[in-house]
């Protein structure tokens, strides 16, 4: 049995991660993903996704399209904010100016910072860790996301205790495991208001409780020194964010307080909805499974196959939206090559579904993005309105 090996500055390695010894919260020391049915489908994959690439003689990682489509995501994020101190801009332009700013933040997330904290934009590494300090760059703190998504959320998908993305908050009930109580049964109603509130949430406090977290667990691997000097970084970055997102609009427009935080709430709030929304597309939708541990702490399945349970595509041919959200909607290619950039995702996707034929293995797409929604609502409503749910692959 292979171990898994993590670095919670580089991410987690793609290739067979049976064994991850990270305590999360876990009274064993790690989870192992055991291939009782010793198949050989995740070597089989590799060896033909690699084929490929040899063919074509072109690195796994980002190429030019890669430095266009960071140009056009700043482009969305930067032209609005210097129109608007600019001051050329009525109050109604003013604020849809926040509106695309919005846009842009969620696509400097989903199309630079994610293939960057991936290792995946550039074979360069510290063209990677330069790219990845753009969520720093729009308020959020790269260390504590790799942590929670590259090693969290990347190993143990969607089981509830150890990937972070399900967890039980907000009243909000994303798996089986979480106990349902009466305001679930509204989940459906107020989800997409919880949605806008993320990175809002993020950029104020989030960052910071997980500072707190990961030093109680020893997940973060820092001693004390280092976690205070992981604070004082991260104080410093949100105080140069509200310095150029809200203090020089303030003295520059000579704006009002309530006028700054209508902008700066709308520019979150379309963030978020869009961040957390596609994100949400990948996972909690009907027939993605909700595993959970066995008594001696093990998930019964090859972690490849675990991925793709646990995973789905959504609107493969849209190709506005695939440039949009960084390939995120190929979410399945993503899980099983993380450090592969998303410009390749369109060609890899083919691959991964005939060796899935061959081994039996379900894979999990939603036509387009309106279906996936509608599944993303109705298993909201789903689990909201029921104690437990009859899932597809219940270990």
Known sequence: ?????????????????????????????????????????????????????EQKGISQTGDLRMVIKTAVMFGLYFIPYF????????????????????????????????????????????VNKL??????????NAFNWKLQHNVQHHTFT????????????MNLRFT???????????????AFILYGLQTFFWVMVKDFIQV??????????????????????????????????????????HLTWWQLLIGFMTMHGVAGIVLTTVFQL???????????????????????IHQLRTTADFAPKNKLLTFYVGGLNYQIEHH???????????????????????????YLVNDSFSQALASHIRLLKQLGMHETLKMAADI
């Open 1 to 53: 049995m292979e171990k898994a090996v993590i670095n919670n500055n580089t991410g987690l390695t793609p290739f067979n991660p049976n064994v991850v010894d990270l305590d999360l919260n876990h009274p064993m020391a790690a989870i192992k993903f055991i291939n009782k049915q010793r198949t050989d489908f995740y070597k089989t994959l590799t060896a033909r996704v690699d084929a490929y690439f």
């Open 83 to 126: 129109l608007i101190l600019s001051g050329l801009l009525s109050m109604g332009w003013m604020w849809a100016g926040t509106v695309v700013m919005g846009l842009g933040l969620a696509g400097i997330g989903m199309s630079v910072m994610h293939d960057a904290n991936h290792g995946a934009y550039s074979e360069k590494r510290w």
């Open 131 to 140: 790219m990845g300090y753009s969520l720093d760059v729009v308020g959020g």
């Open 158 to 169: 969607n089981i509830y205790g150890h990937d972070l993305d399900i967890r039980d908050r």
């Open 176 to 190: 089986p495991a979480v106990k349902r109580n009466f305001m679930h049964r509204f989940q459906v109603v107020y």
């Open 212 to 253: 707190f977290e990961f030093a109680k667990d020893d997940a973060d691997k820092l001693n004390n020194k280092e976690r205070v000097l992981r604070m004082l970084g991260i104080i410093g970055a949100k105080a140069l964010y509200i310095t150029y997102v809200l203090i020089i609009p303030a003295v520059v427009l």
């Open 282 to 304: 990948a996972h909690i939708v009907e027939d993605t499974n909700f595993p959970e541990l066995d008594s001696a702490g093990n998930i019964n399945e090859e972690w490849a």
């Open 336 to 362: 099983l090559f993380q450090r592969m950039c998303h410009v390749h995702y369109p060609e890899i996707a083919p691959i991964v579904q005939q060796t899935c034929a061959e081994y039996g293995i379900p």
